[in-house]
């Protein structure tokens, strides 16, 4: 059983389009996470849930837009998607505070086109 | 906010050299420090970690050192083999409710024949 999966693997749009990633975890986790990897490999978190309650949301475009409906699931949409969002996100979740790292998932690469 | 470097960014060694990647943080309140390991396409995974109470952690031949005063923290890899080729990241958080991972840029290591 895969403890951080998501869906899709591979995501190739158009700009302007509306396109959601979605996240789960089986870990018993109650903090999820998504960050964002660009083309130089650098990890930036973009949002971070715990409970289902945000408590970090970094300096991102209103377009992306995190929902976390339970404990075990965190989703990410993006609206009007542009060429700069091309990117590979992950999500990650881990115990309240981070207390022994992240699990991460397997990844989306996002292709804007 | 924390910041966290990482040096050096690409590292080539021989198979059976050793490999150290070093980083710095800023933020004196953190005081847990993992690493991950990303191959080529695949997720980053924990490979090693250390809290802030100890000073030097060795796992077979991966050792992770840490200087709370200089704010330094270092990982060692002897006997290197091609399987180690990957991106290497260094994180550092202050564990807590509202915690996150701030990682550094990644190091590029390479293990040659």
């Known amino acids: 059983d895969t403890a951080v999966s998501q869906t899709p693997k591979y995501l190739v749009t158009q700009m302007g389009n509306d396109k959601s990633i979605k996240c789960e975890q089986n870990?018993?986790?109650?903090?999820m996470y998504w960050y964002k990897q660009d083309s130089k490999k650098f990890l930036k978190i973009m949002f971070s849930?715990?409970?289902?309650?945000?408590?970090i949301n970094e300096t991102v475009p209103n377009r992306f837009s995190p929902k976390s409906p339970d404990k075990a699931h965190l989703n990410l949409h993006i609206n009007s998607l542009e060429l700069g969002d091309s990117a590979v996100y992950f999500c990650?979740?881990?115990?309240?505070?981070?207390?022994?790292?992240?699990?991460f998932g397997s990844g989306t690469r996002l292709t804007v086109v | 906010g924390e910041n966290v470097e990482q040096h050096p960014s690409t590292l080539s060694v021989q198979e059976g050299d050793s490999a150290v990647i070093k980083c710095t943080y800023s933020?004196?309140?953190?005081?847990?420090f993992p690493w991950y390991k990303q191959e080529l396409g695949k997720r980053p995974q924990l490979i090693i970690d250390?809290?802030?109470?100890?000073g030097e952690k060795k796992d077979q031949r991966i050792a992770v050192t840490l200087n709370k005063t200089a704010k330094h923290f270092s990982l060692h890899i002897t006997e290197t083999q091609p399987e180690d080729s990957a991106v290497y990241f260094c994180?550092?958080?202050?564990?807590?409710?509202?915690?996150?991972?701030?990682f550094g840029t990644g190091t590029r290591l390479q293990v040659t024949l």
């Open positions: 990650a979740s881990s115990r309240t505070g981070a207390v022994d790292g992240y699990t």
């Open positions: 870990l018993g986790h109650d903090t």
């Open positions: 849930y715990n409970n289902k309650e945000l408590i």
């Open positions: 933020d004196s309140a953190s005081n847990y």
């Open positions: 250390i809290r802030s109470n100890v």
């Open positions: 994180a550092a958080t202050s564990t807590g409710t509202a915690s996150k991972l701030t």
